[in-house]
């Protein structure tokens, strides 16, 4: 994450600052330094992220002692928040964007995250590459037992299959990765005593061919997967919610953390 401020740097000269954070951006500093003319800030991921929230979240929603974030870049950190901006990374998964993303890239023609999103959200059917209750058990056996047959009993289990599209398989891809982070926040959301996680990062970035809403485009398709996610697994007793550009949140933090004044 970057966000770039100008700073006076004497004699009428005005230095480039970037506040940077991230692990894109670190790994990057050295050449975006000598070939852009900038200095770049380094900030804490988590702290960027935190004191982002702080200001575009808590002051307007502070009901509670402490916030989950869920930030879901290239993997998972779970982040506890408090109301006086004291921050602890409490969980994490290294299933994240970058898993989904590597995933559908090696196994589809996709080429375009949004384009993958929104054709499996089109056209794609899980089913078709997810092995199901129904698949062991058929519909009346499932009944039986009480488990729907429309369950996912294994992830990517008909991955084989050649009736797959590669609709279907990106659909499968953000079902399990979804699946996976929303049993997560909502097993730590249960153990924090809050009733909703706010998810965060690039994963829910929207991108500039987007319609223009935070609704549409492949940002909507994967907000909603995780909002029925923690659905599911909390049985509707947990929220899933979304702040206002969610995928900047980092950006923000950097530079209020680094002290940048535009």
Request: with cysteine.
């Amino acid at each position: 994450m970057l966000l770039v401020c100008a700073q006076n740097a004497g004699q009428g000269r005005a230095a480039i600052c970037v506040a940077a954070t991230g692990g894109g951006a670190l790994r990057h500093k050295a050449e975006m330094q000598d070939r852009m003319n900038v200095h770049i800030h380094m900030v804490n991921e988590l702290k960027a992220v935190s004191l982002g929230w702080q200001q575009s979240v808590a002051q307007k929603d502070a009901a509670q002692a402490r916030s989950l974030v869920c930030n879901v870049g290239t993997g998972v950190s779970m982040i506890s928040i408090g109301k006086d901006g004291a921050f602890e990374r409490v969980s994490g998964s290294g299933l994240g964007g970058a898993t989904f993303w590597g995933l559908a890239k090696r196994l589809t023609a996709y080429t375009d995250f949004d384009t993958a999103v929104l054709a499996a959200h089109a056209s794609g059917d899980a089913g078709r590459v997810d092995t199901l209750v129904g698949d062991i058990y058929g519909v009346e056996t499932s009944k039986e037992i009480g488990m729907p047959a429309d369950l996912v009993a294994g992830f990517l289990g008909k991955l084989g299959s050649q009736d797959a599209s590669d609709a279907d398989l990106v659909a499968a891809l953000l079902r399990m990765i979804a699946s996976n982070l929303g049993q997560l926040a909502v097993f730590q959301a249960r153990a924090m005593g809050v009733d909703t996680v706010w998810f965060t990062g690039g994963f829910f970035q929207q991108r500039p061919h987007g319609l223009g809403n935070a609704d549409d485009g492949g940002a909507g398709v994967v907000r909603q997967a995780m909002v029925e996610a923690v659905g599911f697994w909390s049985g509707g007793t947990i929220g899933a919610r979304f702040p206002p550009d969610a995928s900047l949140l980092g950006a923000l933090g950097a530079v209020a953390a680094s002290g940048i004044s535009a």
